[in-house]
């Protein structure tokens, strides 16, 4: 199985920062992207950012100049850091991975659990 275990969320003023983290482990062989995404309430849920194995990264319209998207392919991680956070930035962050779990396998995807974020006006 594979576990994705984000931290870092959590309380902050308009115009502050945060960094929130994710790891991924389990039975992994490769991954091939690794992204956030986030949902409000009452919302659905949307992509904030994306990583690819290769460095490549896209980014959602809302959080573009604001949110980096960075990532530690030896540790399996990936790096959310947001600054300049505005009050709708408020919403559950998740990580969600692409992977495989072998040489030439299929791919799967997985989610974390989630990480709330609260930027306060």
């Known amino acids: 199985q594979v576990q994705l275990v984000e931290s870092g969320g959590g309380l902050v003023q308009a115009g502050g920062s945060l960094t929130l983290s994710c790891v991924a482990s389990g039975s992994i062989f490769s991954i091939d992207l690794m992204a956030w995404y986030r949902q409000a309430p009452g919302k659905q849920r949307e992509l904030v950012a994306v990583v690819t194995s290769g460095g490549s990264t896209n980014y959602g319209d809302s959080v573009k100049g604001r949110f980096t998207i960075s990532s530690d392919n030896a540790k399996n991680t990936v790096y959310l850091q947001m600054n300049s956070l505005k009050p709708e930035d408020t919403a559950v962050y998740y990580c969600?991975?692409?992977?495989?779990?072998?040489?030439?396998?299929?791919?799967?995807?997985?989610w974390g659990q989630g990480t709330q974020v609260t930027v306060s006006s």
């Open positions: 969600n991975t692409y992977l495989r779990k072998s040489l030439g396998g299929p791919g799967y995807g997985y």
